[in-house]
């Protein structure tokens, strides 16, 4: 039998186990230009709590009664194609399941001499991608100005800080542990460090950024998005990649911005990273280049065992993660 983890009720507020259930199903067969994937390694992200509301999004929500599914890495146990063969290592978006079939066409086979094949998943995969292309294409940065980071020491967060620098920004990055700050400052290198659960936001920010506020790369929202605004300079600019700190709060309300944005002339752009599909090939080529050269570093947590990814995907929304939260699966069949 196959295990597989289906979305059974809608969540208002945080997703719990009642929302989810583990259930047995009959292992798939790949039909003609399908493989048959084991997973190894399972992604969890944010993003897929606004998948398990119907509310319409720039992506489909997952259906009740169905496995929900997200970024992988598999072993290709069975080809019925000829472009991946037994014992191929692939990533791509599949169901949540033990092994489950799809067109070879959908899937990458990973490149190891790039680094772990965990990689994928997170700086050579999604949330680098999506680093990259919020802070260099809607962020902009030029050397000397200023960056503020909220989730800096998340899967998305750690990659923007480190291209911060790497840009020639002074860096101050927000995160909510004593772990998670020494992280950011001893190993990446960010330039002041700021815990929003023991410390005024606003008045860290005040003592960070002297000379204001030029790019925000906003993972967050909520409370330190409202500190930021204020200090924004002319003509800053602000990436919203996410709002975390609302998607469990039904309706929230926070203080106007509008009159933060006029005053500095500052552009703000919510953004995807399917919005730049057709450059992945161009994010890609930077970020293998800044990993093998040593000036991207990368952290992950890595839960164990198949029937735990809901609590790994719960455990985002309490900031459980440092770095890329993966489960992993199993081991591959082949070595």
């Known amino acids: 039998m196959n295990k597989e983890i289906q979305?059974?009720?809608?969540?208002?507020?945080?997703?719990?186990?009642?929302?989810?259930?583990?259930?047995e199903t009959e292992q798939p067969v790949p039909l003609q230009g399908e493989v048959l994937?084991?997973?190894?390694?399972?992604?969890?992200?944010?993003?897929?709590?606004?998948?398990?509301?119907?509310?319409?999004?720039?992506?489909?929500?997952?259906?009740?009664?169905?496995?929900?599914?997200?970024?992988?890495?598999?072993?290709v146990v069975e080809s019925n194609a000829d472009t991946l063969q037994e014992g191929d290592i692939v990533t791509g978006m599949l169901p949540w399941k033990e092994y489950a079939s799809a067109p070879a066409d959908t899937l990458r086979k990973i490149d190891p001499s790039l680094g772990p094949v965990t990689t994928s998943l997170g700086i050579l995969g999604m949330p680098g991608l999506t680093a990259y292309f919020g802070l260099m294409d809607i962020g902009?940065?030029?050397?000397?100005e200023t960056l503020v980071v909220s989730g800096a020491a998340g899967a998305v967060g750690s990659a923007v800080v480190q291209i911060g620098k790497i840009s020639g920004c002074h860096v101050v990055g927000i995160a909510g542990s004593d772990e998670k700050l020494a992280y950011l400052k001893n190993e990446l290198g960010v330039d002041e460090v700021i815990n929003y659960k023991t410390e005024s936001v606003p008045d860290r920010?005040?003592?960070?950024?002297?000379?204001?506020?030029?790019?925000?790369?906003?993972?967050?929202?909520?409370?330190?998005?409202?500190?930021?605004?204020?200090?924004?300079?002319?003509?800053?600019?602000?990436?919203?990649?996410?709002?975390i700190a609302s998607y469990n709060v039904p309706n929230d309300q926070g203080p106007r911005m509008q009159m933060h944005l006029i005053k500095s002339s500052a552009l703000i752009k919510g953004f995807t990273v399917g919005d730049y599909q057709d450059r992945f090939t161009e994010g890609f080529s930077h970020l293998a280049q800044w990993l093998q050269e040593g000036r991207l570093k990368y952290e992950e947590t890595i839960t164990e065992g198949f029937e735990n990814i809901p609590d790994a995907f719960f455990g985002l929304f309490e900031g459980a993660n440092l770095g890329k939260q993966l489960v992993k699966v199993a081991e591959p069949s082949q070595k």
């Open 140 to 144: 902009q940065p030029k050397e000397g």
């Open 7 to 23: 979305l059974v009720k809608r969540p208002e507020a945080a997703p719990t186990h009642e929302h989810i259930k583990m259930v």
């Open 205 to 243: 920010l005040e003592e960070t950024c002297s000379n204001g506020i030029d790019i925000y790369f906003d993972n967050v929202g909520g409370d330190i998005s409202d500190a930021v605004y204020p200090l924004l300079n002319k003509f800053a600019r602000i990436a919203q990649c996410g709002a």
């Open 37 to 75: 994937v084991k997973l190894l390694y399972v992604s969890v992200d944010p993003y897929m709590r606004g998948r398990m509301s119907a509310a319409k999004s720039y992506i489909a929500p997952f259906q009740l009664n169905e496995p929900m599914e997200g970024g992988i890495v598999g072993e």
